[in-house]
């Protein structure tokens, strides 16, 4: 199964439009071990569910907060990502199950490791600890939202 490589848009650029990732790659490039990874599950962490035709119940809520308005609603939001990152697990896991994956790009585990609303209370950062199965951590900064 192929895919996009994911690249985080330079937040000074992403100021000007809505984007929160790019393809900014000038040539294909084979992704592999962690960071295919984390690819595929910030893909389906992003994925509003129900969004994608031949798999509806891909995805989760999280995909459409991105350009809701959330302020003062902090605590709900927390539910919202705690609850998306056990879906994107439980979703990832039946994934590796259902195709060979190399212990390095098969999800061992994500926990949410920090959830910080913004001081105006209009957004919020989150940050997720993804291990494969190879027992390598990497620490994943998902987004900073914010009602524009």
Do not use: Y
């Not at 609603?73 to 039946?94: F, K, T």
């Amino acid at each position: 199964m192929s895919d996009i490589h994911f690249q985080p848009v330079v937040p000074a650029s992403a100021i000007k439009g809505t984007k929160v990732f790019t393809f900014g790659f000038t040539a294909s490039l084979k992704v592999t071990g962690l960071q295919s990874l984390v690819n595929r599950w910030v893909k389906t962490f992003m994925t509003p569910v129900g969004s994608d035709p031949l798999h509806p119940e891909f995805g989760t809520e999280f995909g459409n907060l991105i350009g809701a308005n959330i302020a003062g609603h902090a605590s709900a939001l927390l539910d919202v990502v705690a609850i998306a990152v056990d879906e994107v697990n439980e979703q990832v896991q039946e994934q590796d199950r259902k195709g060979f994956r190399a212990p390095d790009e098969s999800l061992d585990d994500a926990q949410l490791t920090r959830f910080v609303p913004s001081e105006s209370g209009d957004g919020f950062d989150v940050w997720v600890e993804i291990t494969n199965k190879e027992g390598t951590t990497l620490q994943v900064r998902l987004a900073e939202l914010a009602t524009r």
